[in-house]
């Protein structure tokens, strides 16, 4: 299958730092790309998806400012999670569709993110 | 907004039963994806079906494509431990492309 590489796996911050969480389709182009947040135990929640070269859509009750995301080119995009606090500690997972292949969608590892 | 029912939440099972699962919603899709996701990682795309009808196997593991596209499942045959994770399903409404909504997830567990 097609390959989806998140990086870092796992990050450690402070409180009030910014992290940024790199999503790259390897073997594939995407134009779109979705970031989804994962909570213990629960699925995945959709926080936003991220369009090649235009704005992000977030989903209802995700904050822009907050969770900032850039899609520059056909195989990266980006989710910063700025001013980090120890409630936005979660499991972070990407994935990319690609369009080629019926819009098979494939995830990235995860991120998976702790603020102390 | 568009739900998908994924049942069971959890399951556990003796090593070598047969597994099985199901996703069903109101609406009609037009693709249907099983993933399983192990802890710490992100999901892995176990079977995807496009076509009302459409049975396909991978393995122990045979998913279909409801007649009424609004349903799928997914059945695991003789259960081994490594079939331990999380089995999400997911739906694609609103042509190709819609975007992809998932279930909550069932849990399996086995005991060797």
């Known amino acids: 299958g097609a390959v989806v590489s998140q990086h870092p796996s796992w990050v450690i911050c402070k409180s009030g730092t910014s992290v940024k969480i790199e999503c790259r389709s390897l073997?594939?182009?995407?134009?779109?790309m979705f970031w989804y947040r994962q909570f213990p135990k629960q699925s995945l929640m959709l926080m936003a998806t991220?369009?090649?070269?235009?704005?992000?859509?977030?989903e209802q009750g995700v904050e822009k400012d907050k969770f900032l995301i850039n899609h520059a080119s056909l195989t990266l995009s980006t989710l910063t999670v700025t001013s980090a606090h120890p409630e936005d500690s979660s499991f972070y997972i990407c994935?990319?569709?690609?369009?080629?292949?019926?819009?098979?969608?494939?995830f990235g590892q995860g991120t998976r993110l702790t603020v102390v | 907004g568009q739900q998908l029912n994924q049942s069971p939440q959890s399951m556990f099972i003796q090593e070598g039963e047969d597994v099985s699962m199901n996703c069903t919603s109101s609406?009609?899709?037009?693709?249907w994806l099983w993933y399983k996701q192990e802890p710490g990682e992100g999901p892995v795309l176990l079977i995807a079906l496009y076509k009302a009808g459409e049975l396909t196997s991978n393995g122990r593991l045979t998913a279909q494509f409801g007649i009424t596209r609004k349903d799928s499942f997914l059945n695991i045959s003789a259960s081994i431990p490594s079939d331990v994770g999380i089995y999400f399903c997911?739906?694609?409404?609103?042509?190709?492309?819609?975007?992809?909504?998932f279930g909550k997830g069932t849990k399996l567990s086995v005991k060797p």
């Open positions: 991220s369009n090649e070269g235009s704005k992000a859509t977030y």
């Open positions: 994935s990319a569709e690609d369009r080629d292949r019926g819009g098979l969608a494939f």
């Open positions: 073997d594939f182009q995407a134009t779109t």
């Open positions: 997911a739906g694609r409404y609103g042509g190709s492309q819609g975007n992809l909504i």
């Open positions: 609406s009609i899709f037009n693709t």
